[in-house]
């Protein structure tokens, strides 16, 4: 079990980025959450086995048709215990 937290910088609020990363989210048990944040970043936090984190983390490094991710900053995180995936 790891946890990633994953700031996303570019156009990625008003493209259904939230939406894109918890769908993968659930495609791949991958527990956690995603906000806006006032800076127009997105903010990620991710929780599950090594593999399923990778993958949703590369999903944060494209984004939906409409994202234009510009910068991805990636960091190790405790892992908390998440169930479920949520947007915040």
Do not use: Y
Request: proline share 2%; aromatic share 6%; hydrophobic share 45%.
């Amino acid at each position: 079990m790891i946890a990633r937290r994953v700031i996303v910088r570019g156009r990625v609020q008003g493209v259904f980025f939230r939406a894109t990363v918890a769908r993968a989210a659930q495609q791949h048990a991958v527990a956690g959450w995603a906000t806006n944040c006032a800076d127009g970043s997105v903010e990620v936090f991710l929780e599950g086995a090594a593999d399923a984190v990778e993958r949703v983390v590369d999903v944060c490094r494209t984004g939906p048709r409409g994202a234009d991710v510009e910068h991805v900053d990636i960091d190790d995180a405790e892992p908390t215990g998440a169930r479920g995936f949520q947007t915040r």
